[in-house]
């Protein structure tokens, strides 16, 4: 086992993210997520105190430089881009250093992280559903034959582009068929399902 020294990953709010990202945030501040945390259902069933929603519910809730309170850390409160992408200071503070840049995610065990429990049982559900196992299958995937026929169903970068309507990807064509397959985190699309329209 080793250690490495470094600074400790800090969070810094969706804010912090506006200067470069604006298009994204001006949608996604709309959403859902943007408003979990004065949600008047959390807000009644108090959740804004509740320990175990904050997690959910805030931005790195019980890490170092996580939520604490909204009179504390009102900057993190709500769902929002760190708690796909993880810590981004470093990133905000040196955006052009590709060592920092946070990773656009898309595995479903990041939505998985709070979309897991008896109010909300979407990722089990995804888990148990033959979506959790589209593309594992599959070899080459990546060949033109195979992403234009198989692809339709048993890969989600495939199945993006045609809901999309933008060229079909001509490599990383292997991500299975996870939640960003079908639901856009960063669109509202008058749908609180956040659907990608076909």
């Known amino acids: 086992f080793f250690a490495v020294a470094g600074p400790l990953p800090k969070y810094t709010g969706s804010q912090s993210c506006a200067e470069c990202h604006a298009p994204i945030l001006k949608t996604e501040i709309h ?3 943007a408003s979990a945390f004065i949600d008047a259902k959390f ?12 997690a959910c519910h805030t931005v790195g809730f019980d890490l170092p ?14 769902v929002q881009c760190e708690n796909c ?9 040196n955006p052009d250093d590709p060592t920092v840049r946070p990773r656009a995610e898309v595995a479903a065990q990041v939505c998985g992280g709070c979309h897991n429990d008896p109010r909300h ?26 992403i234009k026929n198989c692809g339709r169903c048993h ?22 068929i ?9 669109q509202t699309n ?7 329209n076909p």
């Open 155 to 176: 890969s989600g970068s495939v199945r993006v582009s045609l809901l999309e309507r933008t060229p079909l990807p001509t490599r990383d064509a292997e991500m299975g």
């Open 65 to 78: 430089t996580g939520f604490v309170s909204q009179n504390e850390t009102p900057h993190l409160a709500g």
């Open 121 to 146: 049982p979407t990722f089990d559900e995804w888990n148990i559903s033959g979506h959790a196992q589209a593309g594992t299958t599959l070899t080459n995937i990546n060949a033109a034959s195979q």
């Open 43 to 54: 807000e009644a069933d108090g959740g804004q105190t509740n320990r175990s929603c904050l």
């Open 31 to 33: 959403t859902r997520h």
């Open 190 to 196: 008058a749908n609180p399902a956040q659907l990608r």
């Open 178 to 186: 996870v939640c960003v397959t079908c639901h856009d985190p960063h």
């Open 85 to 93: 992408h993880g810590p981004a200071a470093r990133h905000a503070a």
